[in-house]
């Protein structure tokens, strides 16, 4: 019986009904739902007792020697970031590029580089101000300049590392960061504008949101005129620096010979442990010592920064875990054959998944991880580039954002929406995200 391919597909599909039965009516903390579920699919698939803990430890060492890495060094860049006033010092630059008659785009593009290394709920917090400027000077809806930069922080924050989702997905599946970054970048740009510049000022003309009363004390006093911040150039380049020597890794490795010098130079600084530390170091002296903060405080700065990414990082390794016990038990090989009998594209196979998970558990890592770990067997059965399916993953778990996410209470928050409003645009533009970002991953995974 435990053999059946039709009985280790059904456990598969119970274990993801009991995570999430654990997570939404149990309220339960997803670390240990994912332990627990991840336990009760060993035995349930066959896996002999004593076998089932080395699985865990397997599956949490091989996760977190790589993620633990990643993500505790972009946490501090990115706090450094926010701290020094280089989100803030982006989005005024590339205003005054663009000019307000663009703002638009402007909000859209400093979303998009504000999120690469800063949490999605923390780089909206710090721009909002802006968005509050720009709508009472203007007299404009909110959302016609809030929806661009939501668009870009969410685009970005979901397709490109080195954000904690694309890299666990990259990780469970086995995919190459580079071609993530340049697939990611690729996609979301398209995503960003269709969802931001575009639907932002129409959605804007029917809802007319304006700053709520409550936020006005809070926010009134915060002035995006210009002020101490630092350079736009220095922040610009420290925000491309990591992407561009991780993606330099990944084309010297499609083009140089594999022993060649200058091939192995490029793999070690272009590795994302080289390449973050790098940012990171250059983040604390540049933007910490050298503009008057002590070492003491940026010292502060950055261990502030490593309790949030601790969360991000357990519950990614146990995500690595569903994922090995999927591996070793063979029930997510018998998911995946039986996936791949279907016909389905991978592409839309991995979105629909994620975007299940998402739809009913509200979670976002959660949908990814849950997705990544079912996909990744797939990949022994097809023919398809891993990076696409990071990419479709991370559609899936980022349409149909709705009550249950912490997100979309976030924006209703600050923009003073009703829920029928929020889900009017929040959800609508989070939609077009993950639909047109799963449509472009098909499309160029039938063109390679």
């Not at 995919?175 to 932002?200: E, H």
């Not at 983040?283 to 991000?312: Q, W």
């Amino acid at each position: 019986m435990f053999g059946s391919p039709v009985y280790l597909a059904s456990v598969v599909i119970a274990a993801v009904v009991i995570l999430l039965f654990l997570i939404i009516k149990w309220k339960m903390q997803p670390f240990i739902a994912l332990l627990l579920v991840s336990m009760i699919t060993a035995l349930a698939a066959g896996m002999p007792p004593g076998t089932v803990m080395k699985c865990i430890e397997k599956g949490m060492g091989g996760t977190l020697g790589f993620i633990a890495v990643v993500v505790g060094l972009g946490a501090m860049f990115g706090q450094l970031l926010e701290v020094s006033g280089g989100a803030e010092r982006l989005t005024l630059t590339l205003l005054q590029i663009f000019g307000k008659k663009r703002a638009t785009w402007a909000m859209t593009l400093a979303g998009f580089l504000v999120a690469i290394p800063v949490f999605f709920d923390v780089g909206f917090i710090i721009l909002v101000p802006l968005v509050y400027s720009l709508s009472r000077e203007t007299r404009k809806s909110l959302l016609h300049y809030g929806i661009p930069l939501l668009a870009g922080l969410a685009v970005t924050h979901a397709f490109v590392p080195p954000t904690p989702g694309p890299i666990a997905v990259a990780q469970l599946v086995g995919a190459d960061l580079g071609r993530v970054i340049l697939f990611g970048s690729i996609i979301g740009l398209p995503c960003a504008i269709l969802a931001g510049p575009v639907f932002g000022p129409w959605i804007a003309k029917r809802i007319h949101a304006t700053v709520p009363d409550y936020m006005e004390s809070e926010e009134a006093k915060k002035c995006w005129a210009e002020k101490d911040l630092p350079g736009f150039g220095m922040v610009f380049g420290m925000v491309l620096l990591p992407l561009f020597l991780i993606v330099l890794n990944t084309v010297s490795t499609a083009f140089l010979p594999e022993e060649s010098a200058a091939r192995m130079v490029f793999s070690f600084i272009g590795h994302p442990f080289f390449a973050l530390t790098v940012a990171t170091l250059l983040a604390f002296t540049l933007l910490g010592t050298c503009r008057g903060l002590t070492r003491e405080r940026v010292n502060e700065v950055a261990t502030s920064a490593l309790a949030p990414a601790g969360i991000i990082i357990l519950v990614t390794g146990a995500g690595g875990v569903f994922k090995q016990v999927l591996i070793d038990s063979g029930a997510g090989h018998a998911l995946a054959q039986g996936l791949a009998d279907t016909g389905l594209h991978p592409v839309w196979a991995a979105f629909l998944i994620a975007l299940v998970v998402r739809a009913v558990a509200g979670s976002a890592t959660v949908a990814m991880l849950t997705a990544g770990g079912i996909i990744a067997p797939l990949l022994t059965q097809v023919q398809i580039e891993p990076a696409l399916l990071v990419i479709a993953i991370a559609s899936g778990a980022t349409a149909v954002s709705h009550v249950n996410d912490s997100g979309f209470w976030l924006v209703n928050r600050y923009f003073g929406l009703t829920t029928k409003q929020t889900l009017q645009s929040w959800t609508v533009m989070e939609s077009i995200i993950g639909v047109t970002g799963a449509t472009l991953a098909w499309l160029i995974s039938m063109a390679i």
